[in-house]
Nanobody
Framework: VQLQACGGGLVQAGGSLRLSCAASGRTFSSYAMGWFRQAPGKEREFVAGISKSGISLYYADSVKGRFRISRDNAKNTVYLQMNSLKPEDTAVYYC??????????????WGQGTQVTVSS
């Protein structure tokens, strides 16, 4: 399995970015997907998760109401729309594929990460 994330960059506070993650190697529509982030000196944080069907979603409290996860199973791609960005959102963002159809389970494949930097 390969996961290729892109879309990061430098943005001012209050701005928006959309991350994309293209997957290959196994049947994308059978697995849940998630977005994680890790800032320097901090633990990795589970930001958002989406079930295989896209019906069940999860958001960390820190991003609820500002970020939206979605997926296009026809394109084998998961997205993270990030609005109203804050400096504390600065981190390397990773997409990951779950072992199962639920975002609640462990993730066994990870993308390479994309840097998001939010300036104040």
């Amino acid at each position: 399995v390969q996961l290729q994330a892109c879309g990061g960059g430098l943005v001012q506070a209050g701005g928006s970015l959309r991350l994309s993650c293209a997957a290959s190697g196994r049947t994308f529509s059978s697995y849940a997907m998630g977005w994680f982030r890790q800032a320097p000196g901090k633990e990795r944080e589970f930001v958002a998760g989406i079930s295989k069907s896209g019906i069940s979603l999860y958001y960390a409290d820190s991003v609820k109401g500002r970020f939206r996860i979605s997926r296009d199973n026809a394109k084998n791609t998961v997205y993270l729309q990030m609005n109203s960005l804050k400096p504390e959102d600065t981190a390397v963002y990773y997409c990951a594929q779950s072992r199962s159809s639920s975002w609640r389970n462990d993730y066994d494949y990870w993308g390479q990460g994309t840097q998001v930097t939010v300036s104040s």
